[in-house]
Structures are given as structure tokens and as C-alpha cells.
């Protein structure tokens, strides 16, 4: 080419606001139990594996289902349970699931024997040899295959175990390196049968995270018992759903589809102090003072001990890692771009009218992103490194509503007449 053009000709210049992601805030990804030696013969059996179903069906087809129960009346494989509550229940999708169980190791004599899965088969591991990943560490092969980010992770009937629960807010905190989502466990009510036994467990046993949320006791529904985790995973997908799929309302004192609650196969019935005392030390638990079951408790399991609003709340929790999660995936398009004031600007802009917008609805009381000078070192900006800074308030929920009453006696002037 010459370079000397006689014509008509356009060209194009990247736009300058960029559109967001849209994520998910609530997606579980359950690690448990299913029976998938009653797939037909032939079948493919996941074992170890992410599976992503966005209804029952597809559930049943691709791992099995059976409502069979042990002897405390809890579900014998525990995503039987999760699909039974989160698709059959509470109405939401998708899930992700990854079973453990492998009829051709889990067995007593010929027989396949769900009971012999243990805790260390639902943290898993990394095989070196074979290049595999098994239990938990599959959380990190989610978004890599299904690109979808994680918003809920659990494990119920074995969440109660630390060597579990622990290892649930550690992947929780960190997930790809660069995402973040909260676990669901529960306190395990064989060992704290009574409501005062729980915040001396949930200490002992290092269940403080962040990251984490507590449940107990049990909840009951029907002929089965079930993990309250479960049930806490549906409502918060059911409350995301009610808001336009943004997590800042907070699943507490909404209704569960549940009949009862029990803690080592005895009756619980809380009475409102017993359960203010739960919410206190960090736990959620399950309340029937009006309106019916409901979920109740606002706080993460860092609470006392951490009050940051950010990280105390469940709901601001949430918000703060699925804001950033959508940020990281909104922005990796522009990872390597020339670090150019347009550049600056273009993200800048973007989140700014994206936050106005989330003020406009009342998701959240303001916010704005900055691009600092004394946080972006000439050192740092030479070797490729851009740091922004966000402030954002997400409501908190109104965890305590105070009418303060008052005897007025100047009202006595009224019985003189009117003036």
C-alpha cells in the first residue's frame, strides 16, 4: 500500500465504557455422596468430577437419586439431599456437584457401602502422579470448565468435621486464585445437643472464618432430617433471585419450607433470646416466632471476634466478594492493554457509572473507585503494576429496630378544650 487514499473509509475505536460481567452470586458447589452405582450399566459414573445440572432431571440422569434414609432419618447420599432441598424445595438453580463416592472402593464385602466415605475423602488431594484432583480441590476446576464462579460452597454431613470445615473456608477465601464465595457448614448436634454447647465448639474447633457460616441444629421436613447448610444454600439462591440476582439482602428472618428443628433427633424450639444468643457468636439458626420456620441470624462465623461490617455481615460479605468477582472478570479483557490515561479512565468511568447505578437502585448507600497517585508508585507503574481503590457502602441489615416510647403529659391540656 501506498499510503495515499482517495475514498470513503471508516474505522473503529474500543468503546469506551465497558459493559459487566454477569455472574451468578449464589451458585453451590456441593462435594458429597450420590448413588451413582444405580445409573444403568454402561453409564458414565462421575466420580470426582464436576457435574453441573440446572434441573432435577438432569440431577437423576447423571448421578442417580434414591430418598432412602440411614437410621437418623438423614438422606443416605447427601446430594440426593442438597438436589431434594435446592431443586425440589426452594425452586433454584443451577448446581454444581462432585461425589466421592466410588462403588468399586466404598464397599463392605461385594456390596457398595456409602459409609465408608470419610472426611478425608471430601477434602480429596492432588495426585501428582496421575494429575488428578479429587474432594474439595476440584472447587478450583469449576469456573475453568463450566465458567461459572462458585457463590456457595458446602459439603453437608461433613461439614461438621473440622478436617472438613476448615478446608472449606480456606478454598472459599481463594478460589483460582482470584475469586472469593462463603462456606455453609454446620455444628455438628450430636455433640452439641443444647444451644449453649455451640459457641464453645465453634471456638474450640477454629470454625471463626470470615468466609464461613455457621448453622445449627437440624431441620425436619416430612419423614426426612436434614442439614441446616442445605436449606441456608437454597433460601440465600431464593433471596438473590428475589433482587435481581445481587447479594444484598440478607437470607435472615425469611421463611424455609421446613416443619421442625432437632438436635440429635430431640425437638429444638428456640425461644427468640436463646436465638439472639446464637446470632451473637457467630451462628445461624432456625426460629418459629412468627410467620413460621425461618432462617435466622445475620452474621458470618468470623463474629465476635472480627466485627468489620465487611466481613461480620452475611449479606455485606457477599456483596464485597461478588462485587469483586464480577470486577476481576469484567477487567481481565483489559489485562496487558497499554497502561495509557484512557486505559486509567476506561475503567474508571465504567465502574463509576456502574456504581451510580447501584446507588440510583438502593443496593448499596454509595460507592466510587479512585486511581490514587500515592497508591500507584512510579516503581510499581514501571514494572506493570495498576492498583484502583474502591469505597462502597452496602446496606447492613437492621438487625435491631428500636421504637422508643414515651408518656407524653402535656397531652393532659387536652382535656381543657381545643385551642
Not at 440411614?70 to 462432585?98: H, Q, R, W
Not at 464462579?149 to 482470584?178: C, E, R, Y
Not at 489485562?335 to 456504581?355: M, W, Y
Request: charged letters at 20%; one cysteine or more; proline letters at 7%.
Amino acid at each position: 500500500m501506498s499510503g495515499y487514499y482517495h475514498r470513503v473509509h471508516t474505522r473503529e475505536v474500543p468503546t469506551a465504557i465497558v459493559p459487566p460481567r454477569r455472574i451468578s452470586a449464589s451458585i453451590p458447589v456441593v462435594v458429597g455422596t450420590a448413588p451413582v452405582h444405580l445409573l444403568s450399566e454402561g453409564q458414565h459414573k462421575p466420580i470426582n468430577e464436576p457435574v453441573l445440572c440446572y434441573t432435577f432431571k438432569e440431577f437423576v440422569e447423571q448421578l442417580g437419586f434414591t430418598d432412602e434414609a440411614d437410621a437418623n432419618s438423614m438422606f443416605k447420599y447427601t446430594l440426593c439431599e442438597f438436589a431434594d432441598v435446592f431443586f425440589g424445595k426452594c425452586n433454584v438453580a443451577p448446581i454444581v456437584v462432585i461425589n466421592v463416592f466410588d462403588p468399586a472402593t466404598h464397599k463392605t464385602g461385594e456390596a457398595a457401602d456409602v459409609t465408608k466415605v470419610t472426611a478425608a475423602d471430601i477434602v480429596g488431594g492432588y495426585d501428582a502422579d496421575g494429575g488428578t484432583y479429587t474432594g474439595l480441590e476440584l472447587v478450583s476446576k469449576v469456573f475453568p470448565k463450566f465458567r461459572v464462579v462458585p457463590g456457595q460452597i458446602l459439603a453437608p454431613g461433613f461439614s461438621h468435621d473440622p478436617a472438613v470445615g476448615v478446608v472449606m473456608d480456606t478454598k472459599a477465601s481463594t478460589i483460582n486464585g482470584i475469586f472469593s464465595c462463603l462456606a455453609l457448614t454446620d455444628i455438628p448436634d450430636a455433640t452439641c445437643t443444647k444451644y449453649t454447647d455451640v459457641p464453645s465448639w465453634k471456638e474450640t474447633n477454629n470454625y471463626t472464618g470470615k468466609h464461613t457460616v455457621c448453622c445449627w441444629p437440624k431441620v425436619t421436613l416430612g419423614k426426612h432430617v436434614y442439614n441446616m447448610s442445605t436449606y441456608l444454600a437454597g433460601l440465600i439462591a431464593q433471596t438473590d433471585a428475589d433482587y435481581e440476582g445481587i447479594p444484598y439482602v440478607s437470607p435472615s428472618n425469611r421463611r424455609m419450607p421446613i416443619s421442625g428443628a432437632v438436635a440429635n433427633g430431640k425437638p429444638v424450639h428456640l425461644e427468640l433470646p436463646q436465638a439472639e444468643y446464637l446470632n451473637g457468636q457467630g451462628v445461624v439458626t432456625a426460629l418459629n416466632f412468627d410467620g413460621g420456620w425461618k432462617a435466622f441470624g445475620n452474621r458470618t462465623a468470623c463474629y465476635p471476634s472480627n466485627t468489620d461490617p465487611k466481613d461480620a455481615f452475611i449479606s455485606v460479605r457477599r456483596f464485597f466478594s461478588w462485587h469483586a468477582n464480577t470486577f476481576v472478570l469484567t477487567y481481565f479483557q483489559k489485562l496487558d492493554g497499554p497502561t495509557t490515561r484512557r486505559f486509567i479512565e476506561t475503567i474508571v468511568d465504567s465502574e463509576n457509572i456502574r456504581l451510580n447505578g447501584f446507588k440510583q437502585m438502593e443496593i448499596i448507600l454509595g460507592g466510587e473507585i479512585f486511581f490514587y497517585q500515592e497508591e500507584n508508585p512510579t516503581t510499581d507503574l514501571i514494572d506493570g503494576v495498576v492498583r484502583f481503590h474502591t469505597k462502597m457502602t452496602p446496606p447492613v441489615p437492621a438487625r435491631e429496630i428500636v421504637n422508643i416510647l414515651e408518656f407524653d403529659v402535656t397531652n393532659f391540656q387536652n382535656l381543657f378544650g381545643s385551642n
